[in-house]
């Protein structure tokens, strides 16, 4: 007893004594105090409440997202990016738990939830108000607030502190509202990922509407598997000034540390966050399901697969040529002799959209125009693709034709190939004249 009352001497004395006659009441009391004060404990606490058949695995994953969501509650972490793999359990931490622990402490919070599929944020919308509206929330956090019975719907519900919880999908329409937290579960469908435009659709969106919803004193959390070069954790990471924890399924070997003295306890390379979420057998059909590419992104958040995914960096070698003077018989690194002249030669041009200016404003870095010259030969153990000649430069548009046209004249090309989208395809009409 004199423990409980130690407990809760630094919230409400009075309260102590209103209790003392009933131990069971302090003892529930005292249970919520220390929820209130640790998520990883709440959450262990409520999780068979939207996880009933899954048993709670509280490893070192699940308390380091745990820890971070926390640092941001406490203000420790303004922006946090967190790349996971699938099955780490983090739309049931993040976006459902995370939020009524944070009404258990603070109901006036304001808090909006996107993802790339209503239905999604929808399903986490309703999990959220099942948590809060359950006989084990009410006895530890009811007398703190009550749900509003005129805003109380599956996407959007508030409470008589002024707080609301809204769910939309990436994309959705969010203006009129601003909130304290802004939590952006998995921007991306996996099925999507590859479409720029879809793509760039998302990062646009990102930038332009959900950036604007924050209130002066917004905290920001983007949890999501990576599914692409350019994907949101690529382009945030870009815009600098987040906190990114990265968690690969698998070590890869590099140590990794965060801003709040938490670091990967693996030390061996390959070693999974958990073989009892991913045995072995599992994993090996996750990966051949998934492919190079998938494996890469979504297990290992790295999307451009160290080996490569179609072409094998194992295949491409650095070699001279004795002689690049066309008729004449080249040696490639003293094992392959060729005539170029009497093999198949090709270009390929991908000419830059941007240039130096656009109107009187300068690039900080504008794109590069390049033309590469390739030569197709046989050889023994099967044909042999070469790199002949390279043009890499910040080209003004006019200027991009005479170049082709120059390296054409050098190496007499069967065929080029330039793209033509937008202002490209008037070069591609003024290249083939």
């Known amino acids: 007893m004199a423990s409980l009352r130690r407990i809760l001497s630094c919230s409400e004395n009075s309260l102590i004594v209103a209790l003392a006659s009933n131990p069971k009441k302090l003892e529930l009391v005292a249970e919520a105090e220390l929820c209130r004060r640790s998520l990883l404990r709440f959450v262990t606490e409520a999780w068979s409440l939207i996880e009933p058949k899954t048993p709670l695995r509280s490893d070192w994953l699940f308390r380091a997202l745990c820890d971070h969501l926390q640092a941001v509650s406490e203000g420790r972490i303004a922006k946090l990016l967190i790349t996971v793999p699938p099955g780490s359990g983090k739309s049931s931490l993040v976006s459902v738990l995370w939020p009524c622990w944070e009404w258990a402490r603070a109901p006036e919070r304001r808090w909006m939830f996107a993802s790339y599929s209503l239905d ?6 309703i999990r959220r108000r099942f948590v809060i509206g ?9 007398g703190m607030f009550a749900l509003s019975s005129d805003q109380n719907v599956k ?11 809204v769910a939309t999908s990436v994309g959705g329409t969010v203006t009129g509202r601003r909130a304290d937290r802004l939590v952006v579960d998995d921007p991306h469908s996996t099925a999507e990922a590859e479409s720029d435009i879809v793509r760039r659709g998302v990062l646009d969106w990102i930038d332009r509407t959900w950036s604007t919803r924050g209130n002066e004193s917004v905290r920001e ?11 949101v954790a690529a382009h945030l990471l870009a815009q600098g000034g987040w906190h990114h924890l990265k968690i690969p399924l698998e070590h890869d070997g590099l140590p ?22 991913w045995p072995s057998e599992r994993l090996t059909e996750l990966k051949k399901r998934l492919g190079p590419y998938g494996a890469s992104s979504q297990l290992q958040q790295e ?11 194992a295949w491409l070698k650095q070699w001279r040529m004795s002689d690049r003077q066309p008729g004449h018989i080249s040696t490639m690194n003293g094992q392959y002799q060729f005539d170029p002249m009497r093999a198949l030669r090709f270009a390929v041009v991908d000419p830059a959209v941007s240039n130096h200016t656009i109107g009187e404003r300068k690039l900080a870095d504008p794109d590069y125009t390049v033309i590469a010259a390739f030569v197709l030969f046989p050889a023994t153990q099967g044909p042999i693709l070469a790199l002949l000649d390279l043009v890499r430069g ?21 065929f080029v190939a330039l793209e033509s989208v937008g202002f490209q395809l008037a070069l591609f009409q003024d290249a083939r004249r």
């Open 120 to 125: 999604l944020s929808t399903r986490d919308s």
């Open 134 to 142: 359950s006989d084990w929330y009410r006895e530890r956090y009811g």
């Open 155 to 165: 996407r959007e519900f508030s409470n008589n502190k002024l707080g609301f919880m």
């Open 221 to 231: 959390v983007v949890i999501m598997q990576r599914v692409h070069e350019d994907d």
């Open 256 to 277: 990794r540390t965060t801003s709040i003295g938490w670091s990967d306890p693996r030390t061996v390379q390959g070693e999974v966050i958990s073989s009892e979420r």
């Open 303 to 313: 999307p451009s697969p160290l080996g490569g995914g179609i072409i094998k960096s």
């Open 394 to 414: 910040r080209i003004e548009g006019p200027d991009i034709v005479p170049r082709i046209q120059a390296m054409h004249t050098q190496w007499r090309f069967s």
